[in-house]
């Protein structure tokens, strides 16, 4: 089974972000992010298939039209779509909510028909109760194996994996364990993730000199706050890699309930942020010195998952460096959960029906190679305030949406977030690279002026 082509069948789609909600609150527009599946509405293409799609708040009508859109037929897509909405756009996450809504659970019920899978956002146990309340199967991996999720775990994976990482010390959980760490590895500095960090929020780079140099990824984080959340939550200490040039590649990866394991795709993420390690956006596919290391690494990770059990979406990230004999990649961490590379690679592959090729690590149309751009954090000031709707009819005329025809132009997601936060995402695929970074930058520059 794969959520990107599923052939009949019903999708429950919960983007809860069931994650830790003090990094989650430095996210701007963090409740729009639920948006971010709205891809799976694509699915709807196949005539077998329904899609129940859950928010926190009601989602702007003029952005599910936008979505059918790129279906051949829109108004019988729609009559498969059922959209169940909250009304309560400030608490968080969903599913906790969710589950104090007997009459939403009951909506929600007599919704699901035979045939039904649960699509979360990432897995909690709060999803887990939700599944069972619903006695529909999961399409993710079961909180049992969430360590393997974990910075900690990572390590131990890519270890069993044989593949190479940064030397380094998981599970510490205490002061003492922190400070013996980074006096064992070499260089000037190192650097702390928590255990269950995402988007490189839960990141500290710190002096060996001194400690008072430590560099947060997250805004407002202090030395003894970061260390009261190792205590709870547990870390890494790691050798900061000094090599320069430094790439961030990553790799998608998918383990069916069968049990098959098949790397999706590889990405070259984009990074920001005070330490240069919040992620931003990506771009497909990894560059080619070093895009086979990663997809070799990334399928040896994803068959130790599914011995392991693990099921559904995941992604890896890495490091690429140059070495004597080409280029090594570095496991960084693995993400047992949809990340921020799985929607510009739905959207990709959805609208332009394109196949990953394995041998050349491509999406492939046809005979013709399919490449994107994509990025989360589209913001400005003359964005704030403009409806979805107009914005997307602007880039219509723009002549920067997609053209069915040729299979390229822009996929547009997190549009609830423009009228409040003046902040959107984009993914701009293209017949070449240079085509989809063209696009790409000329519709930044275009959204703001027009």
Known sequence: MSIFEPSEGTLVVVPSLSLPQ?????????RSYEERLLFLLLTLRAPGVKVIYLSSAPIDPDIIDYYLGFLPDPDDAARRLRLISLDEPWSQPLT?????RPDVLDRLRSAIDSDAWLVPFVL???EEELAALLNVPIYGPATSLAYYGSKSGAREVGHEAGVPMARGFGDVHSIIAIDEAIDSLPGERVIVKLNDGYSGLGNAIVSKADRSMTRFSAAGETWTSFTTKIRDRGAVVEEFIEHRPLYYPSALARITPGGHAAVLATHDQVLGGPNNDV???????????YRHEVGESAERIAGILAERGVVGLFGMDFFALKADAGYAALLCEINLRIGGTTHPYGAAVLTTGARYDAATGLLMAGNQPKFYTATDNCSAPCLRGRAPGEVMRTAGRLGIGFDADRRTGNVFHLLGALPEYGKLGFTTIGDSREEADELHALTRRLLCDA
């Not at 003090?22 to 963090?30: G, S």
């Not at 906790?96 to 104090?100: A, D, K, Q």
């Not at 931003?280 to 596919?285: K, L, N, S």
């Open 96 to 100: 906790r909510t969710l589950l104090r």
């Open 279 to 289: 992620y931003q956006g990506c771009t497909f596919p990894a560059a080619p010195e």
């Open 124 to 126: 909690s146990e709060t």
């Open 22 to 30: 003090d990094e989650l609150r430095r996210i701007t527009a963090a």
